[in-house]
């Protein structure tokens, strides 16, 4: 009980960034984009760095179509963004 209280008084300590109504899925997809539109990557060049079909990229980014990003894609994706697959999950887990 008390391990369970001071675990309790640490986080709620801490400062969240709580992020509200979005899936994992959705915030990776944002992240990529906003990473790769702002080192000037287009959608076609990340498909060609990562082995993918031009058409997949666009198909994740459209928020209409089924295809998501796996693990390895988004290992491949920092690669090219020059970051961390960490980098690209949300700080916290979403809510």
């Known amino acids: 009980?008390?391990?369970?209280?001071?675990?309790?008084?640490f986080f709620s300590s801490q400062s969240k960034q709580v992020i509200v109504g979005k899936t994992i899925e959705e915030y990776v997809i944002?992240?990529?984009?906003?990473?790769r539109t702002e080192l000037g990557i287009s959608q076609a060049a990340l498909a060609d760095y990562?082995?993918?079909s031009r058409g997949f990229i666009g198909a994740v980014e459209n928020?209409?179509?089924?295809a998501k990003y796996n693990l390895q894609l988004i290992n491949e994706i920092a690669k090219v963004?020059?970051?961390?697959p960490r980098d690209l999950l949300p700080p916290e887990p979403l809510y």
């Open 63 to 66: 928020p209409k179509q089924r």
């Open 30 to 35: 944002d992240e990529v984009k906003r990473r």
């Open 81 to 84: 963004l020059k970051c961390s």
């Open 50 to 52: 990562i082995n993918v």
């Open 1 to 9: 009980m008390y391990k369970q209280q001071r675990c309790e008084q």
